[in-house]
């Protein structure tokens, strides 16, 4: 079965930092591309970072690089996002996602090249 469970979310100061994690199990994250997207109420969701399988490419949009980064310990088979100058509008629930072909060739994350999720973690900036 598989699964990706994220955590690590919560309520964060302006400026603040916060580290969520997405625990993979059914499936190898050296063999798949994985992302994170995020989506805050009344919004599409979005891509704010990927990393390719072998883990020797990152993408960012414009509105998060520089501030987040993506990276993954394969024999934890688990996935991190690193935030930090966290600002309100990156307040969302934010997704952990599987390519849907193995050793995809990507770039920035988007909606339609993953097709496994998990259930996401609330991060809230707010002072």
Partial sequence: QLQLVES??????PGG???????????RVDYYAMAWFRQAP??????????TASGG???YPDSVKGR???SKDN?????????SSLQPEDTAVYYC????????????PRLNDYDIWGQGTQVTVSS
Avoid at 8 to 13: P, T
Avoid at 42 to 51: H, L, M, W
């Fill in 57 to 59: 490419n990152a993408y």
């Fill in 68 to 70: 987040f980064t993506i």
């Fill in 75 to 83: 024999a934890k088979n688990t996935v991190y996002l690193q935030m």
């Fill in 97 to 108: 996602a599987k390519s849907a072909r193995p050793l995809a060739r990507i770039g920035l």
């Fill in 8 to 13: 690590g979310g919560g309520l964060v100061k």
């Fill in 17 to 27: 930092s916060l580290r969520l994690s997405c625990v993979v199990s059914g499936f």
């Fill in 42 to 51: 009344g919004k599409e969701r979005e891509g704010v970072s990927a990393i």
